[in-house]
T-cell receptor, first 115, second 111 residues
Framework: NAGVMQNPRHLVRRRGQEARLRCSPM?????VYWYRQLPEEGLKFMVY????????ESGMPKERFSAEFPKEGPSILRIQQVVRGDSAAYFC?????????????FGPGTRLTVT | GESVGLHLPTLSVQEGDNSIINCAYS??????FIWYKQESGKGPQFIID?????DKRQGQRVTVLLNKTVKHLSLQIAATQPGDSAVYFC??????????FGAGTTVTVRA
């Protein structure tokens, strides 16, 4: 059973461009979480999605950031008009359910560099 | 080797010694805690968890201790090995799904 897959692993964007980060959850998992990790810091929760639904986006910046998890295909984290402060590692996690008893399995992350 | 205080960013430990990594959490209502290991270039990997109705939980070479009175969590690694070199994070579950991570402690194992 393949783990959580994220691509690309590394992404370089110039200021003002768009970044699209993809996450394929583990097989059988319908719950996806996105976290952001700034250098030498812990992960910060961004958004929690189920298929076709955003459950909690309280950690997402109000502007330029959006996330989706369509019925078919991977979850996408989209950052429009990137700025240098968006440079970070973005991790996706998935779980088979959304309750407190479900462990979140993390992907390898996408490292975004904004030049 | 042991990290002391609220948080020590780095811990250097001799191979074969025991490691103790400390973590303070903020929310007295938190009832579920997890330790993660993150190796360079990888995502966090689950090590061990503990619920607030327990004081101690043991896994393979690892033990987590929870002191709810002072809101303190520790991870003990027995007989530290080179493969244990990584950044270790404690995390608390704010609700059913939202994990709140500490800043992390970098463990370096000396041969």
């Amino acid at each position: 059973n393949a783990g959580v897959m994220q691509n690309p692993r590394h992404l370089v964007r110039r200021r003002g461009q768009e970044a699209r980060l993809r996450c394929s959850p583990m097989k059988g998992h319908s719950h996806v979480y996105w976290y952001r990790q700034l250098p030498e810091e812990g992960l910060k929760f961004m958004v929690y999605l189920q298929k076709e639904n955003i459950i909690d986006e309280s950690g997402m910046p109000k502007e330029r950031f959006s996330a989706e998890f369509p019925k078919e295909g991977p979850s996408i984290l989209r950052i429009q008009q990137v700025v240098r402060g968006d440079s970070a590692a973005y991790f996706c996690a998935s779980s088979p359910g959304g309750g407190s008893g479900y462990e979140q399995y993390f992907g390898p992350g996408t490292r975004l560099t904004v030049t | 080797g042991e990290s002391v205080g609220l948080h020590l960013p780095t811990l250097s430990v001799q191979e074969g010694d025991n490691s103790i990594i400390n973590c303070a959490y903020s929310n007295s209502a938190s009832d579920y805690f997890i330790w993660y290991k993150q190796e360079s270039g990888k995502g966090p990997q689950f090590i061990i968890d503990i619920r607030s109705n327990m004081d101690k939980r043991q896994g393979q070479r690892v033990t987590v201790l929870l002191n709810k009175t002072v809101k303190h969590l520790s991870l003990q690694i027995a007989a530290t090995q080179p493969g244990d070199s990584a950044v270790y994070f404690c995390a608390e579950k704010e609700n059913d799904y939202k994990l709140s991570f500490g800043a992390g402690t970098t463990v370096t194992v000396r041969a």
